[in-house]
């Protein structure tokens, strides 16, 4: 039976990539000459460290650039309320993957409200839609797009 998984992944490689570019930008630009402005990367979490909230706002524009430059979707991102201390500026971005409970389900439940001849089951951080036809699948990647959920989604392991 053709089926596919719907997935929320970001490619760590390019992520990484992007901060390097980011954080040469920074390093770079006469805005921040001579400013201790820069990006740290710890796994899924990014670091921005910034002498004001000005500095902190064009950072995160050189990031989301970046990032789509690098073919990251930028909806991936949980932005943090900067932090302030000792005249820096801090903030907190997590970059979440996979897919939670609650939007599986959500994804779930859009699937069986469109009323195709397939089946959807959540699978660890993912969705698996099977059905008889690949018409079916397209149908279901095609509305899925088309719903205005707050992660991106992917579409992986098509099999026919």
Do not use: W
């Not at 801090?90 to 779930?108: I, P």
């Amino acid at each position: 039976m053709p089926s596919f998984d719907v997935v929320s992944e970001v490619e760590m490689h390019e992520l990484s990539n992007a901060v390097d570019q980011a954080n040469r930008e920074v390093g770079t630009r006469f805005d921040f000459r001579g400013s201790d402005a820069k990006f740290e990367q710890k796994g899924n979490e990014l670091t921005l460290m910034a002498d004001g909230a000005f500095q902190l706002k064009q950072m995160m524009d050189i990031l989301r650039n970046k990032m789509v430059k690098r073919g990251i979707d930028t909806g991936c991102l949980d932005i943090a309320e900067p932090e302030t201390s000792n005249l820096k500026v801090k903030q907190k971005v997590t970059v979440r993957e996979g897919l939670d409970k609650e939007t599986a389900k959500k994804v779930v439940k859009l699937i069986k409200e469109a009323k195709l001849k397939v089946q959807s089951a959540i699978q660890d951080q993912q969705v698996r839609v099977t059905g008889k036809k690949r018409d079916d699948l397209q149908a279901v990647m095609a509305m899925l797009k088309d719903q205005k959920l707050d992660l991106p989604l992917q579409y992986t392991n098509f099999r026919d």
